[in-house]
């Protein structure tokens, strides 16, 4: 796989992806033609900033759900692992194994990154806000991850209050 690939920038047709989930299901992009998705990347499951993260959105998914936005986290973790992590935290939404990090690649999402002050290879914590029409509309490079369902509707021009 190629380093740092591009990474796709609102205005631009989500790539394409496929994947299985923690439930063993195969999703892909086309899944999600006419709603709204929120695609997430993160590091690892069961670590701290990934947890606050994915609970974030968990305990904010029925008013992402109102608004017709679905969810799907991505790392290159395992299914038993994602299974594992969405079990124990009840996370209502798919999480796609990407072991290959084909998916990850697409989105420009692994490459290097600078982590405690070192250059290293991994996952970049990103969020693409991708349109019913399957354009993306917004990238969040550095999402927070103690408030990532607010800056999601106010991606997508939804106000939060």
């Not at 709204?36 to 606050?52: E, V």
């Not at 991505?74 to 692992?81: G, L, N």
């Not at 354009?135 to 997508?156: D, Q, S």
């Amino acid at each position: 796989m190629a380093d740092n690939i591009a990474m796709p920038e609102a205005g631009m047709p989500a790539p394409p992806f496929e994947g299985v989930t923690q439930d063993g299901e195969t999703i892909s992009l086309d899944d999600f033609k006419g709603r709204k998705l929120a695609l997430y990347f993160y590091p690892r499951d069961n670590t701290p900033g990934c947890t606050k993260q994915a609970c974030n959105l968990r305990d904010n998914f029925d008013t992402l759900k109102e608004h017709d936005i679905a969810i799907v986290g991505v790392s290159d973790d395992p299914v038993a692992k994602h299974r594992s992590f969405a079990d124990t935290y009840d996370l209502p939404f798919p999480l796609l194994a990407d072991e290959d990090r084909t998916v990850l690649g697409s989105y420009g999402a692994y490459g290097q990154k600078n982590m405690y002050g070192r250059v290293v290879m991994g996952t970049k914590r990103t969020t693409f806000l991708i349109d019913e029409d399957g354009t993306i509309v917004k990238v969040y490079k550095r999402p927070k991850t103690t408030n990532h369902a607010e800056e999601i509707l106010t991606g997508f021009g939804i106000d939060s209050k």
